[in-house]
């Protein structure tokens, strides 16, 4: 019969690089007690590595010999999203640069969620991923373009835009044939769909 050691490695390796894991992600492996000493042991054997107290990944190899890397910020709050039963998306800055409506890019792990707000710890020396809760309809959108944009003209308050700002956000839309977004219009904040109808000729952006 495996170890819960052997049971623990043979999961790991088999998730690949980059892969985050939480000690209950092993609960059918082994008493809790088991799990926790098989951990140490395959971290010591640099099979898995520690980032902070209950989160644990695979290092990837680094391609320019600076030996075994942790996972990022991005990996594991999908984790923590997939283990927790939330929803991700990109925090406003984000969202204002990918519609070209600043050129400031966002540093820190920074996320909106339709969970509750936190902060989330994920390895020494770094600063701990932030959550913030808005609307669970934000998720709802089936465009990408139509969150990216309530995400963003939400941040930015309806009497704070600038022309050149919607200028910029019409050049994208011209891309998206209307009847991608249509449905999802119904779910947008009434000043935010005038806006994005004033892109196709069906209102005043103005207005």
């Not at 925090?91 to 600043?102: T, V, W, Y």
């Not at 400031?104 to 600063?127: C, E, H, L, W």
């Not at 196709?200 to 952006?205: A, E, L, P, T």
Request: hydrophobic share 35%; net charge neutral; with cysteine.
């Amino acid at each position: 019969m495996d170890s819960t050691e052997k049971k623990i490695e043979r999961m790991v390796r088999a998730g690949g690089e980059g892969k985050v894991w939480f000690p209950s992600d092993f609960f059918e492996c082994g008493s809790e007690k088991a799990v926790s000493k098989a951990l140490q042991r395959l971290v010591a054997d640099e099979v898995l590595m520690r980032m902070v107290r209950g989160l644990y990944c695979s290092p990837t190899e680094s391609k320019w010999g600076m030996g075994k890397l942790p996972a990022g910020s991005d990996e594991v709050i999908k984790a923590y999203a997939e283990k927790d039963g939330f929803r991700i998306g990109p925090c406003p800055g984000d969202a204002q640069n990918a519609l070209g409506l600043s050129d400031q890019v966002v540093m820190n792990p920074v996320f909106t969620t339709d969970g509750p707000s936190r902060r989330i710890p994920y390895a020494k020396g770094a600063r701990p991923i932030v959550l913030y809760h808005v609307p669970p309809r934000i998720f709802n959108f089936r465009s990408r373009i139509v969150m990216l944009t309530v995400i963003a003209l939400n941040d930015i308050g309806k009497d704070h835009l600038w022309e050149f700002e919607l200028d910029r956000m019409e050049t994208i839309y011209k891309g998206v044939p209307y009847e991608e977004i249509r449905d999802d219009l119904r779910n947008t904040p009434s000043w935010i769909r005038n806006i994005i109808l004033g892109f196709y000729g069906k209102d005043d952006r103005k207005n």
